[in-house]
């Protein structure tokens, strides 16, 4: 069985930074694209970015490109996302996802891990 762990959230001020990391287990983790989402209190989970197995193609929602950077380590077995000029828009409990293929991630995702929070204070 997947597992999927995230770390690196917490409280920064608007325009700052932060890089979240989901660490991979029980499968071989360059099987699998992964995908990090997020839902703010009151709205649905929202797909923020994707990237393919072998981080050959990668997938940004508008609200985040040129900001946000997916990132992953398949010696790792760690998936990242690097939040750059951080809005207080951007709070959010951001989930890492798992799944066989970029069209799966980002339709619905196999594997999901518990949350991080992140809140940007302005």
């Known amino acids: 069985q997947v597992q999927l762990v995230e770390s690196g959230g917490g409280l920064v001020q608007a325009g700052g930074s932060l890089r979240l990391s989901c660490a991979f287990s029980g499968r071989t983790f360059s099987s699998y694209a992964m995908g990090w989402f997020r839902q703010a209190p009151g709205k649905e989970r929202e797909s923020v970015a994707a990237i393919s197995e072998l981080s050959r193609r990668s997938y940004y929602a508008d609200s985040v490109k040129g900001r946000f950077t997916v990132s992953r380590d398949n010696a790792k077995n760690t998936v990242y996302l690097q939040m750059n000029t951080l809005k207080p828009e951007d709070t959010a409990v951001y989930y890492c996802?798992?799944?066989?293929?970029?069209?799966?991630?980002?339709?619905?995702?196999?594997?999901w891990g518990q949350g991080t929070q992140v809140t940007v204070s302005s």
């Open positions: 996802a798992a799944g066989s293929s970029l069209t799966v991630i980002r339709s619905a995702p196999t594997y």
